[in-house]
C-alpha cells in the first residue's frame, strides 16, 4: 500500500484531471496583533510591559509558519516570545510575547518591532511608541477662596509644585481682573521632579476689598510644561456680609387672573451672604397695599405685624444659606393689565433696598385649568402626579386632561424647573408623535428628583390662572450605582457632539488591577463576569458631561471594590472638573464633587466600597500617569477598619 499513493498522484499529474498541479505553492499566512503598542510614560530604570501575539494566520492546514528572528528597533525596548526568536506554528497556532521598556532617559521614543518569517506578506511589525518623561506643573490649592471681615485684609499661599519626572521651569506669573487681589512680584524658577529637593516654592497672595461683596480674579503661572504651559489658578474674595437674593428674580407675574378673586405668590429669599440677613421693612410702592389697607390690586403680606409703612414688629432674620418666603396677593377688579411695585428694606450692605416688579391681568373668563401626569416609557403602570423610576429610563408625559372653558386650550409650555445637580436632561417630543405638544418626553440622565411644570393658554393667550407640576423620582433599582459627570469651562456647549472624554473604572481587590482587561470594569470591558458579581457600565460617554454609570446588583460578602476615574482624552478642552456619586441600596452615601483632572492621562483614584457593610472609604489620590497593570492601594483607611476581606 506505501506504493499506491504516489502512482495516484503521478496519473493525476499526468491526466491533468483537475487536482493541485506541482508547481502551486501552499499559502502561508502570519497574523501580529495588536498592530501597536503605546507605553506610558515610565521612570527611569522602572519598567512597563506590554503583550503582543504572533499566530499562523493560514487557512490552509499544512502551512508551516517559520519565524527566523524578531528584530527590535526600539531603544531600551527588549522582547521575549515563548518559543525564543525563532519558532515554527502550525495553521492556527499562536505565540505570545512579551515587549518590556526599560528607559535609561526621559525621551519619548518611537519605532518597530520587525518579526521575520516565511509569510507570502514578508516581515510583520509592530508600531511601538511611548510618552515622553515631562515635568508638569501642579498648585496647592488648585482654587483660593478667602473670605475677610469688611474693611478687612487676609494673606494665603499657594505652593507650586513639579509633580513630573523632568526638571520645570516656572518662567513667571500675572493676576487678572480682580484689583482687591495682590501677588507678591513675578520671576523665573526651577523646579526639580517630585520629591527632590526644592520642588516647590511658594505665592503669597492677599485679598485687601474696598466695598463689601465678593471679587474674582485669575492667576496665571507660565512654564515649560508641554502639556500646561499656562496653569490657571482661579481667586475668589468675599467680605463677611449678609446678601439679599430675590430667588425668582424681581418680577412677580400674576399671569390672568379672574375678576374678584385673591391669588397669593410665594416670594423666595435667600441669604446668599455670609453674615445674618436681617429684613426690617416690607414696603408697598405704587398699586400696592399692605394687607388690611386699600390703595392696589396688590396685597403685602409681611407674616408679621407692621405700621402703614411696612415696618416690621419684628425683624424677619435669615441665616447665611437659609431662606424665606414674603408673600403677594392678586384681587383685580376690572378686565385690564395692573402693575405695581414692592420694596423689601434689609442690612445688605451692596442692596439695602430690593424692589419688586408686581404685574397681572384680569378677566371675566375663567382660567384654563392645566392638567399633566406622567408614566415610564414601555414600562407599564398607571400614569400619575409623582412617578418613581430609574436612572436612564425614559418619562412621558401627557397634558391631554388640561381644558379651557369657552375656548380650547391652544398652548401648552412645558418647563424643567428643578433637576439633579449636573444634570444635562432636556424636554423633548415624544418619539413618533411629531407636532404633538400636549405630550412630551424625558430621559433621566442621573439619579435625583426632576421637577416639570406646565402651564396652558386658552385661544385668548390666557394662561392658566396656577401651573401643574409633575415630580419625578429617578431611585438606583440596583444595590451598587455610581455615576460619574464632568464639566469644561473651556467647553462653550457641552451638549453637543465634541468635547473631553473621561472614563468611569470599578475593579474587584484582591484579583484585579487598573485596566485589567477581566477584572476592572470600564469602557473595554463593559459587562464582566466576576463570579457571583456582574457589574455592568451602562454608558461611556465620550464627548463631555457624562453620565457614565456603573451598576452591580450581586455584591459578593467580604469584598472591596475600588473606584477610579480617568481622563481618557481632553480633546483640547482643557481641566475637566470630576464629581463621583456612589448609592449603595436607593441611598446616595458618598459624593466628591468637582475635582479637577488637568490633562489627558490622569488618573483620580476615588474612593473603596465594602460588602456587606456598605462602608465607603475616600481615596482621593492622583496620578499623572494612569497605573495601569497596578492592583488599587490597600489604605491604612481599610486596615484600620477591620473589615472582613481586606486584601
Same mark, same amino acid.
Given at each position: ?13 499526468? *491526466?491533468? *484531471? ?6 502551486? &505553492? ?5 497574523? /501580529? ?40 528597533? #526600539? ?5 521575549? *516570545?515563548?518559543?525564543?526568536? @525563532? ?9 505570545? *510575547? ?17 518579526? &521575520? ?29 478667602? /473670605? ?7 494673606? &494665603? ?38 520629591? @527632590?529637593?526644592?520642588?516647590? #516654592? ?78 426690617? &421693612? ?102 400619575? #402626579? ?41 424636554? $423633548? ?77 470599578? #475593579? ?22 466576576? $463570579? ?83 462602608? /465607603? ?31
Amino acid at each position: 500500500m506505501r506504493f499506491i499513493l504516489p502512482l495516484v498522484a503521478l496519473a493525476a499529474f499526468s *491526466c491533468g *484531471c483537475g487536482s493541485r498541479e506541482f508547481s502551486e &505553492r501552499t499559502s502561508v499566512e502570519i497574523s /501580529v496583533q495588536p498592530e501597536s503598542i503605546s507605553f506610558a510614560a515610565t521612570s527611569v530604570g522602572e519598567r512597563a510591559r506590554a503583550v503582543f501575539v504572533v499566530r499562523n494566520a493560514s487557512s490552509d492546514g499544512a502551512a508551516l509558519l517559520e519565524v527566523s528572528g524578531i528584530e527590535v528597533g #526600539v531603544e531600551d525596548v527588549t522582547v521575549d *516570545c515563548a518559543g525564543g526568536r @525563532s519558532f515554527r506554528l502550525s495553521a492556527g497556532e499562536q505565540v505570545s *510575547c512579551v515587549a518590556t521598556l526599560t528607559p535609561t532617559t526621559p525621551a519619548a521614543r518611537s519605532g518597530q518591532i520587525v518579526v &521575520r518569517s516565511n509569510a507570502d506578506s514578508g516581515a510583520a511589525s509592530v508600531r511601538v511608541t511611548s510618552q515622553a518623561l515631562d515635568g508638569a506643573l501642579e498648585a496647592d490649592p488648585a482654587r483660593l477662596d478667602m /473670605v475677610v471681615d469688611d474693611g478687612g485684609t487676609v494673606t &494665603r499661599s499657594i505652593r507650586l509644585r513639579n509633580v513630573g519626572f523632568n526638571t520645570l521651569r516656572v518662567l513667571g506669573w500675572e493676576l487678572g481682573g480682580g484689583t482687591a487681589f495682590g501677588v507678591e512680584p513675578s520671576r523665573e524658577v526651577r523646579l526639580e521632579p517630585f520629591g @527632590s529637593s526644592g520642588d516647590e #516654592v511658594t505665592l503669597d497672595v492677599t485679598y485687601a476689598p474696598t466695598a463689601p461683596g465678593s471679587d474674582d480674579a485669575l492667576l496665571r503661572v507660565f512654564s515649560d510644561d508641554r502639556g500646561a504651559e499656562v496653569l490657571e489658578i482661579p481667586l475668589s474674595g468675599s467680605t463677611q456680609a449678609p446678601c439679599l437674593l430675590l430667588v425668582d428674580g424681581p418680577r412677580v407675574d400674576f399671569g390672568v387672573r379672574v375678576i374678584g378673586e385673591v391669588s397669593y405668590r410665594d416670594v423666595p429669599i435667600a441669604n446668599c451672604g455670609n453674615a445674618p440677613l436681617v429684613i426690617d &421693612r416690607f414696603a408697598p410702592g405704587e398699586g400696592a397695599a399692605l394687607l388690611g389697607e386699600t390703595g392696589g390690586a396688590f396685597v403685602l403680606d409681611p407674616g408679621d405685624p407692621a405700621d402703614a409703612s411696612g415696618t416690621l414688629d419684628a425683624p424677619i432674620v435669615i441665616e447665611p444659606g437659609d431662606s424665606d418666603v414674603l408673600l403677594i396677593g392678586f384681587a383685580p377688579d376690572a378686565e385690564q393689565p395692573y402693575s405695581g411695585r414692592a420694596f423689601i428694606h434689609s442690612n445688605d450692605p451692596a442692596a439695602p433696598v430690593s424692589e419688586l416688579l408686581l404685574s397681572g391681568r384680569g378677566t371675566y373668563i375663567p382660567c384654563p385649568v392645566a392638567s399633566a401626569s406622567a408614566r415610564v416609557r414601555d414600562g407599564g403602570g398607571p400614569a400619575a #402626579v409623582q412617578v418613581e423610576a430609574a436612572p436612564l429610563q425614559t418619562i412621558v408625559f401627557d397634558a391631554s386632561d388640561s381644558f379651557a372653558e369657552g375656548s380650547e386650550v391652544a398652548e401648552y409650555k412645558w418647563e424643567i424647573i428643578a433637576s439633579p445637580q449636573d444634570s444635562a436632561a432636556a424636554l $423633548r417630543e415624544v418619539q413618533n408623535e411629531p407636532g404633538n405638544d400636549a405630550r412630551r418626553e424625558l430621559f433621566l440622565d442621573l439619579a435625583g428628583t426632576y421637577v416639570v411644570e406646565l402651564e396652558v393658554a386658552n385661544a385668548f393667550g390666557a394662561l392658566s390662572c396656577e401651573p401643574t407640576t409633575v415630580t419625578i423620582l429617578a431611585v438606583p433599582q440596583e444595590t451598587v450605582h455610581i455615576q460619574l459627570v464632568w464639566t469644561n469651562p473651556d467647553d462653550p456647549d457641552e451638549q453637543d457632539l465634541s468635547g473631553a472624554d473621561v472614563d468611569l473604572h470599578l #475593579v474587584k481587590m484582591g484579583q484585579g488591577t487598573w485596566f485589567d482587561p477581566i477584572w476592572d470594569t470600564y469602557y473595554r470591558n463593559p459587562a464582566p463576569v466576576w $463570579r457571583p458579581e456582574h457589574p455592568s457600565l451602562d454608558i461611556d460617554d465620550t464627548n463631555g458631561h457624562g453620565p457614565e454609570n456603573i451598576n452591580m446588583d450581586d455584591p459578593g460578602d467580604c469584598a472591596w471594590f475600588a473606584v477610579g476615574a480617568h481622563y481618557f482624552q481632553d480633546h483640547g478642552y482643557g481641566t475637566a472638573y470630576v464629581t463621583v456619586r456612589i448609592y449603595l441600596e436607593n441611598v446616595l452615601v458618598f459624593e466628591l464633587p468637582n475635582q479637577p483632572l488637568y490633562r489627558t492621562g490622569e488618573f483620580w483614584d476615588v474612593a473603596r466600597i465594602h460588602w456587606p457593610t456598605g462602608t /465607603v472609604i475616600a481615596v482621593d489620590e492622583r496620578y499623572n500617569i494612569a497605573p495601569r497593570n497596578q492592583p488599587p492601594v490597600v489604605t491604612e483607611e481599610m486596615r484600620d477598619a477591620g473589615l472582613c476581606g481586606t486584601p
